[in-house]
């Protein structure tokens, strides 16, 4: 069967009105149905919460907060709280004890406000979390005022986090029953925080709905990704890298890796997905891709333009005992655009596929797009391997064998 007929016959089946996968494709048009006016609710809600905390503290794990990450690091800064108010910091995503106090120790002299986000309303790491900062929040401000300063997003299907929230009278943002978690950035588990934390939501759901827009043609860029996708897995390339020369990219890259790691792996199946922040890596790892065992590709992230209010040259120097004056007046960012041609013709050369997805810009808009890009490839992909890619079994297994373990002893 040839990729035209896959592709049509993947499409299809995705936007079909009998889905025989778990029907869990809310986000398709999520972007699209939400109204001027929830969009309103959320900026106003965003306004009150800013201006009552120093520090916003955001409780989710995998796709409650990953998302959220991504987007502000790639449209702030990797450094967001040295430059921005309110700070924020992530819980709930690890059962270390020791990040936790950490974290509570920063949180003792400053006003925090609390963001808990889980589908389920019952992941460990996020309600132990949840528990511990209720109680240090309700010890600084008072039940009342804790009120106040605590919100959740999570389903309204009664679940426990859902059922606190009724005893307590917390706000409560409601994430879509057909949308899972890790599909669920462009729902109120992103837009809440990230408007909260200075970002324009309306441009990130603009890009989403252009690019929806656009992959409603059979013939786009985010098909003939997952084509290229599922013909380099058949070559046996069964472990992608993505990778990019920002460090910005990194937790978009970590949101990327759970998206086709959850989606995909099943069944047997599923290309690994992984991720490397070049030119760090490329003096730690770049030696395997490079020579190792020819079971890679790699997606590179770039720019067209790079909106940044600065312009680094390198100076020149009477000296020059370093030997760098062949490079005096050219920018860091002309040093880094060479390092990735040299790096892509390296790679390619030495049986590494390439693919180049390149950005126009970095803005709300281009990620809004990026991400609609990401979760229909995604979804295409999964059925071009004839996996369900909505659901996550395989998750289930620790989780059952470790609450036994707890209960027990």
């Not at 307590?168 to 462009?186: A, C, H, Q, T």
Request: with cysteine; aromatic share 12%; hydrophobic share 35%.
């Amino acid at each position: 069967m040839s990729y035209s007929q896959k592709i049509k016959d993947a499409h299809d089946l995705l936007h079909s009105k009998d889905y025989c996968y778990t029907d869990k494709r809310g986000w398709l048009d999520f972007p699209a149905q939400i109204t001027d006016h929830d969009i309103k609710n959320i900026q106003n809600f965003s306004e009150i919460i800013s201006k009552k905390c120093d520090i916003l503290i955001i409780t989710g794990i995998g796709g409650s907060y990953l998302g959220i990450r991504a987007a502000l690091e790639f449209l702030k800064s990797c450094h967001y709280n040295y430059f921005n108010k309110p700070e924020v910091f992530f819980v709930g995503n690890n059962m270390s004890e020791g990040y936790i106090n950490n974290i509570l120790r920063i949180c003792e002299s400053k006003d925090i406000c609390i963001n808990i986000i889980s589908k389920s309303g019952s992941t460990i790491e996020c309600m132990m979390a949840f528990r511990i900062f209720r109680k240090f929040m309700e010890e600084k401000y008072g039940k009342s005022e804790s009120r106040e300063r605590i919100f959740c997003t999570t389903s309204t299907n009664n679940n426990n986090l859902h059922e606190i929230c009724l005893s307590e009278n917390y706000k409560v943002f409601d994430i879509p029953e057909n949308i899972g978690g890790r599909y669920s950035i462009l729902t109120n588990v992103g837009l809440v925080p990230l408007s909260i934390l200075g970002i324009d939501i309306k441009k990130i759901l603009q890009g989403a709905i252009k690019a929806r827009q656009d992959f409603m043609n059979l013939d786009n860029i985010c098909y003939k990704y997952a084509i290229i996708r599922n013909i380099l897995c058949n070559k046996n390339k069964k472990i992608e890298i993505i990778a990019g020369f920002e460090p910005r990219l990194k937790y978009l890259f970590e949101w990327w890796k759970q998206l086709f790691g959850e989606s995909e792996g099943k069944n047997k199946k599923g290309i690994f997905p992984s991720s490397l922040i070049y030119s760090t890596d490329l003096h730690s790892m770049g030696q395997f891709v490079q020579d190792g065992t020819p079971i890679f590709f790699e997606t590179m992230l770039s720019f067209k333009k790079i909106n940044q209010n600065f312009n680094i040259k390198l100076p020149y120097d009477n000296k020059n005992l370093d030997n760098l004056n062949y490079l005096a007046g050219k920018n860091i960012e002309y040093v880094n655009s060479q390092a990735f041609q040299a790096t892509v013709y390296a790679h390619s050369h030495a049986n590494t596929p390439v693919i180049n997805i390149e950005i126009d810009e970095i803005d709300e808009c281009n990620l809004g797009y990026l991400i609609y890009f990401f979760e229909k490839a995604c979804a295409i992909s999964a059925h071009l391997l004839k996996v369900d890619p909505f659901n996550q079994p395989g998750v289930e297994s620790y989780k059952t064998k470790m609450f036994e373990l707890l209960k027990n002893n």
